[in-house]
């Protein structure tokens, strides 16, 4: 009962505090000067992953628990995709991806590369010789992910014009000065880490009281825990009007988090953090890979038509989640 109610209080906190994190860092990148699309892409989508960062260095380091590290990364990858479901259910006036533009294509498709190289790891394992204790698959995660960032701002840049159309019509936050964002983050990023420092060893406790193991719950109750930032800010930004911060920030948080893996992969120090870990991490890689082609396909096509409450790209991201988490819970 301890566990559970520690659970819902970390959670509350990272609801709360992710959501206001999420807000001061929206007001800094507004008195920066910085575009919204780009805010998603790569400013908020490293704000909301910040839990993700501090539970999987904690649970490396302080926990011992690589299994709930790697089932955060790749369970909040799931749980990014199917929040894009869940904003078309948010979002009436039609579906979804008929709204957004077609550059969301380009951090998706990063996703993808960086998931399918997180798959070959894992599946060679201990084939793959390391660089002191890291995998070399790190190393190639930090540099796609910069090249990634680079990419989709010159993308970006070539639309400057929109940008300054944006940053003169829509700034919200002209009664709020920069000195009192910077406190309001600080303060707000403080509490986040600390509730995400709890969730490793509070998980730990769950998988073994439970019996449900450290895989399932890394990928599903942690997961979804450190992932509620990406609801908040996202399902906020919808109901804004802001379609693309909202998706860019998803897309944005996925790629943030195989960099994340890398930087567990740094504080692991027994070795090789893909060497140390459950196989059943490639059903989530292979889950997420399949519901962001889905997104892809989405953003391509436009349909107009729902299905109920769902387009039929929604419908389908959530299909392979309930899939995802039959099958982990199955060879748990």
Sequence with gaps: MLLWLGFIICTALIVYSGSKLSKYGDIIAEKTGLGRVWVGVVFMASVTSLPELVTGISSVTYAGVPDIAVGDVLGSCVFNMLILAFLDVVYRPMPIFAKAHHGHILSAGFGIVLLSIVIVSL???????????????????????????????????????????????????????????????????????????????????????????????????IAISTSLPEIVVSTAAVKMGAINLA???????????????????????????????????????LSAIAMTTIAVIGLTYRTEKRLLFLAWDSLGIVLIYVTNLMLLYMMR
């Design 247 to 285: 998706i860019g920030n998803l897309f944005g948080s996925n790629i943030f988090n195989i960099l994340i893996l890398a930087i567990d992969d740094i504080f692991f120090i027994k070795g090789p953090i893909l060497s140390f870990v459950n196989a059943n991490h490639i059903i989530s890689a």
């Design 123 to 221: 599946f060679l394992k201990d084939n793959i010789l390391p660089l002191g204790w890291i995998g070399p698959y790190s190393l190639l995660f930090v540099v796609i992910y910069f090249i990634s960032m680079r990419l989709i701002y010159l993308y970006e840049k070539r639309k400057i014009d929109v940008f300054k159309r944006q940053m003169t019509i829509e700034l919200q936050y002209e009664d709020i000065s920069t000195k009192t964002a910077i406190l309001n983050y600080s303060i707000n990023a403080f509490i986040v880490i600390i509730a995400a420092i709890f969730l490793p060893k509070i998980g730990e406790g769950i998988a073994e009281t439970t019996g449900l193991g450290q895989t399932f719950v890394g990928n599903i109750f």
